[in-house]
């Protein structure tokens, strides 16, 4: 049986902006959408929604 890893792999599309991704920049294409994305990271725009609880109603006994 093979693995994944005997498969070639398809050519992924740059997150950022669908081109081809390169090989020095893998998943991005460019240094430049490697940097837009950390950014986004850095910036907060990929955060993860939470449900805040009250925790004052658990404190109280």
């Known amino acids: 049986m093979k693995n ?3 498969r070639p ?3 992924k599309a740059c997150p950022v902006c669908e081109k081809p ?3 020095a920049y ?3 294409c ?3 959408c490697a ?4 950014n986004r990271w850095l910036s907060g725009a ?3 929604p ?3 609880t009250d925790q004052s109603s658990d404190d109280e006994t």
């Open 46 to 48: 990929y955060a993860v």
């Open 30 to 32: 460019s240094k430049r």
């Open 4 to 6: 994944s890893r005997d």
């Open 35 to 38: 940097d837009v994305d950390l």
């Open 9 to 11: 792999s398809a050519q």
């Open 50 to 52: 939470s449900a805040e």
């Open 21 to 23: 991704a390169h090989g």
């Open 26 to 28: 893998r998943p991005f």
